[in-house]
């Protein structure tokens, strides 16, 4: 009798929980969240507009402490300073990627998503323009390819200019193209993190 009643009572209390999640991330609660920079440990550096702001909340507090790894590392003062390559963050869950050369010109710089990742890129030195678009609205070119975790598209989308001081926020449904030459700028030192992505139906 005991044990049911424990069974009843932890399933009451995940859904309770989960209600509770859901709730929370409304359209106000979550622009609350985001000025609040909970997220950013001190640091001054902004989000992107195109970011989706309520799957970046959904996915901070499912995995806080992935999020703050990936964050202390953007945040380190050093950060200019490491060499192209790739850095370990949390194993598989977390890493990063530094690159420095030239930018692209459009036209051979292809849209992308990712299934198993969500891409932070930030521009270290120099400036890049950065598309993005929903992947519902993009015709796919190259199919899924999970050695690459990546698939290729066609789409309209918007570009934004991509500078030292604000990061962007990729998840699996959103394409980008990132690394296009701007004008005045021939090439940049780039930071891209890898954060691994967690399905969440809330």
Partial sequence: MKTSRLIILSL??????SAAFAQQWN??????????????????????????????AKQYHANKAWWDKAFAFLNDPKIDTLKPGKYLIDGDNVFAMITDGPTR????????SHRNYIDLHYVIRGREQ????????????????????AANYTVGGKYYPAAPGEFFLFFPSDAHR????????????KLV??????PLNL
């Fill in 105 to 112: 010109l459009i036209d051979s710089v292809r849209w992308e």
């Fill in 27 to 56: 359209s106000a609660s979550v622009t609350k969240w985001v000025k609040s920079r909970e997220w950013a440990n001190g640091s001054t550096i902004k989000l992107s507009s195109p970011a989706d702001v309520v799957e970046f």
């Fill in 178 to 189: 990132p690394g296009i030459k701007t004008t005045g700028f021939d090439a940049d030192k």
């Fill in 193 to 198: 993190i890898k954060i691994r992505y967690t």
């Fill in 130 to 149: 950065i598309g993005a678009a929903p992947v519902a609205s993009a015709t796919v070119t190259k199919p899924y390819d999970a050695s690459r975790d």
């Fill in 12 to 17: 009451f209390l995940a859904l309770a929980t």
